[in-house]
């Protein structure tokens, strides 16, 4: 009775169908027409090969498929990019705004502090997006290219004697400053002057200061950065050759610099700033490509003269009483070391981007998904579950991921978009344990080739550093950490330095009361955390699952 329901089955939706009989026992009439009759067991052979024929028929029917009506949700949402680069039109439906961008937007905040992918950019083109819609603002949205700077300093500075060095990085930024104020201010006012006569003679007048012939001012900010940068580096040459500690007196440096009348520039700018708004300084990506060997001392002298000649503007503008805010956005990492060869510390204005709190990595994410996906605003709680399964073996999912994202919006972003996309290449309606595994596994090879290029940025020489943990323990003690470290080439000498690298990027932990605590679950605080380290003396660390799947570690 099963197999004459099965074949009734295959019969009714067409699908081959073979039935056999051993023997001419009586059969029933409704399918004896169907029946192949076997006497030997050999003989079965030849009607399933008369059947596998008929099978490979079928397979090869094109069965007209049934079309979907639309897109489901998942594969109509859009989280947006996680670089905030990518969405510059898009991301002002969608930003959090945070007590740190309130603070830099309304000029309390010299410096934006955050480690990569925790929204410098973001707080970047939002402040340049906002203020730059004001007729009467100046703003100019600086992005100095890194590698530039350090060919400059490679040509000349370090030819240099300290001191003339840093008079003439502080020079060579505050003309720069100059130039790019007066650059934007024609740019702006372009068409406006020819009908403004409050603004003519003062445009006229600085357009001709500021066109020479010797100046180009075609191209972006960094081209006209690298052409100026060209021409001092073959006026000093032509002087000086390859002499080592050479020492330049204020007339020299002003002679190799300067292509333009700077006194006067700088009075036509204050005059016609009087007739403008608030001037915004706006630095983004100073720290972007610099090389691989590591930081160097003169490196970190170009950022401070750099945010000294902000000043220097700032009070010579405020003078003339003219509102400026200067702005640079620069990584955690490169502010440490700045702060620690710094004597003058805390004297900057500055805001921190560490996020601590999952709570608010959620709203960034709701924020990002009702906008998206055009849906009436809900909690995250109701969101969730038409994006992702509830939980991933036993833990709530969301924040399974937050706590492998090391606390940055764009990893956390990374992340899920991994998921989402092996989610909707096997057509599931919502991201299934299966997605989140496999997502896990490719965000994470991704995040370790980061850290490690950010490791390296910083410490130097420690190329692939991160991969000498390869299938080691997930629990560890400092002393293996050592060992590792050590098999992996690192000299003794550096080993203290570069454990708490590891430590202050979240890839090491240290485990208390059977909980692992990291770096941001103790506000950034590396004195926090080494405090816990020596109060307990058999302290035991551990790596970041975030890091588990590429670097083969099991739980």
């Known amino acids: 009775m099963r197999g004459a329901f099965l074949a009734g089955l295959a019969d009714g939706m067409n699908i081959a169908l073979c039935i056999i009989q051993n023997g001419e026992n009586p059969i029933p009439l409704d399918y004896r027409d169907f029946v192949n009759i076997s006497y030997h067991p050999e003989d079965v052979n030849d009607v399933i090969a008369e059947f596998a024929g008929k099978v490979a028929e079928a397979f ?26 990518n969405e510059m039109r898009t991301l002002e439906r969608y930003y959090l705004t945070t007590d740190q961008f309130l603070k830099s937007i309304r000029g309390e905040a010299n410096i934006v502090v955050g480690r ?45 004697e300290e001191g003339t060095f840093q008079h003439t990085i502080m020079a060579f930024w505050e003309y720069i400053l100059l130039l790019e104020i007066c650059y934007k201010i024609l740019e702006k006012d372009k068409e406006r002057h020819l009908h403004d006569h409050n603004i003519y003679d003062g445009y006229r007048a600085l357009a001709d200061l500021y066109n020479t012939e010797d100046y180009v001012t075609e191209g972006d900010f ?35 610099l300067y292509l333009h009348d700077v006194k006067a520039l700088s009075e036509n700018v204050i005059s ?40 220097k503007l700032e ?29 003058d510390r805390g004297k900057e204005a500055k805001v921190l981007l560490d996020w601590t709190d999952s709570d608010l990595l959620r709203e960034l994410l709701r924020l990002r998904i009702i906008t998206n996906s055009n849906i009436n605003d809900q909690t ?50 919502i991201i299934s344990q299966e997605d989140i595994a496999k997502g896990l596994a490719a965000y ?67 485990e208390i009361d059977s909980e692992p605590k990291y770096i941001y679950n103790l506000n950034y605080s590396m004195q926090l955390l080494n405090g816990l380290i020596k109060k307990r003396a058999t302290s035991l660390f551990i790596i970041n699952p975030a890091f588990w799947s590429a670097l083969m570690i099991e739980d």
């Open 60 to 85: 090869q029917q094109v069965n007209e498929l049934k079309s979907r009506a639309s897109e489901s949700y998942l594969q109509s949402l859009d989280l947006g990019a996680s670089s905030a680069e």
């Open 222 to 256: 960094s081209e006209r950065m690298s052409t100026l940068m060209t021409k001092i580096t073959t006026e000093y040459k032509s002087k000086y050759s390859d002499k080592v500690n050479v020492r330049l007196s204020v007339p020299q440096i002003t002679e190799m």
């Open 116 to 160: 990569k992918g925790s929204g410098k950019s973001a707080i970047f083109l939002q402040i340049r997006d906002r203020e730059r819609n004001k007729n009467n603002n100046i703003v100019l949205d600086l992005k100095p290219d890194g590698y530039k700077l350090i060919k400059f300093k490679e040509l000349i500075l370090d030819f240099l």
């Open 380 to 429: 995250f709680e109701l969101l969730w579950p038409n994006i992702c399964v509830s939980h991933y073996n036993g833990e709530e999912s969301s924040q399974f991921l937050i706590d492998r994202c090391l606390m940055r919006p764009r990893f956390l972003l990374n992340l899920i978009n991994q998921c989402k996309s092996f989610a909707i290449n096997l057509n599931h309606e």
């Open 272 to 311: 016609y700033m009087k007739n403008k708004g608030t001037l915004w300084l706006l630095f983004d990506n100073i720290d972007k490509g610099w090389p691989t060997s590591g930081l160097k001392h003169e490196d970190l002298l170009i950022v401070r003269a750099l945010i000294d000649a902000t000043r």
């Open 444 to 510: 994470s090879t991704d995040l370790l080739t980061d850290i490690s290029y950010e490791l390296n940025d910083i410490a130097g020489n420690v190329n692939d550093l991160l991969y000498a943990f390869i299938g080691s323990k997930s629990k560890i003690s400092k002393e293996e950490v050592y060992a590792i470290l050590t098999d992996f080439g690192l000299e003794k000498s550096s080993l203290e330095e570069v454990f708490d690298l590891l430590l202050w990027y979240g890839f090491l932990g240290i």
């Open 315 to 343: 009070r010579q503008f405020d003078r003339a009483r003219i509102n400026v805010h200067s702005i640079v956005f620069l990584r955690n990492d490169v502010y440490d070391l700045l702060v620690k060869e710094t004597s």
